[in-house]
């Protein structure tokens, strides 16, 4: 908003700030969310595992908001999906103020553009085992095998690390991750206890392949994915 002048308000500047706000928060999301769809459809095997996390944590009620934060499978799941299909190769990025030189020398003239690497970083060998292998419990078995607190949120979804970008890093992280989190996770609830899913015979049980857009990873927006509701489930 350091654009809108506080004497006479541009409203189109108002406007575009607003639209711009409402992509990064919105359209991140559910780019998210179709990402870990795509997982679902193409790792049926998991899912009755996430059912009955679901169903330990929750019962058969409505998706109470304190049972989020017990679904240490689920939110491991969503973690491993922003690590494999992260929304952008590049994070944090930023326009250096003044000229900054590095302990290595390397200097950063003022007026700048620099940003860290983010995808690279999530696919390197050297900081996962099997870096392009989707193995959604990786997070949780990580937790378990550190021997880490109930409390701990080291390896949740919302934490950022230097390994793990999705969100940024530091003071500026996204400040929106919460939000999404918990939004996600009620869609991802929902879908895998109300319905059956899949993709068409015709994927032949291959994930779609994502899209690369200008340094974006955008889930494919061609794909069918086939919902069917599960019988035994109370819909009223």
Request: negative net charge; aromatic residues 10%.
């Amino acid at each position: 908003m350091s654009c809108v002048s506080e004497e006479e308000p541009d409203p189109k500047a108002i406007i575009g700030t607003f639209l711009l706000v409402d992509q990064v928060a919105q359209g991140t999301t559910h780019m998210t969310f179709m990402h870990a769809l795509y997982y679902i459809v193409t790792h049926p095997e998991y899912v009755e595992e996430l059912r009955e996390e679901v169903q330990l944590v929750n019962g058969d009620g409505p998706l109470a908001y304190r049972s989020l934060e017990h679904l240490h499978k689920l939110d491991s799941f969503l973690r491993e999906t922003q690590r494999l299909s992260g929304l952008s190769n590049f994070s944090m990025i930023r326009v250096a103020l003044q000229d900054f030189e590095f302990s290595n020398g390397v200097k950063i003239p003022k007026g700048e553009t620099v940003m860290a690497i983010g995808n690279p970083v999530h696919h390197d060998a050297d900081v996962y085992e099997d870096p392009l292998e989707f193995k959604p419990f990786r997070f949780s078995e990580r937790a378990q095998a550190e021997a880490l607190g109930k409390g701990s949120k080291q390896y949740d979804m919302i934490t950022p690390s230097p390994q793990f970008l999705a969100w940024g890093l530091g003071r500026h992280a996204c400040p929106g991750r919460w939000y999404a989190s918990m939004v996600v996770k009620h869609l991802m609830v929902y879908i895998i206890t109300k319905y059956d899913v899949k993709l068409p015979d015709s994927a032949k049980g291959k994930r779609p392949a994502d899209w690369n857009i200008m340094g974006s990873c955008v889930p494919n927006m061609t794909t069918q994915v086939l919902f069917k509701r599960r019988d035994d489930v109370d819909w009223e």
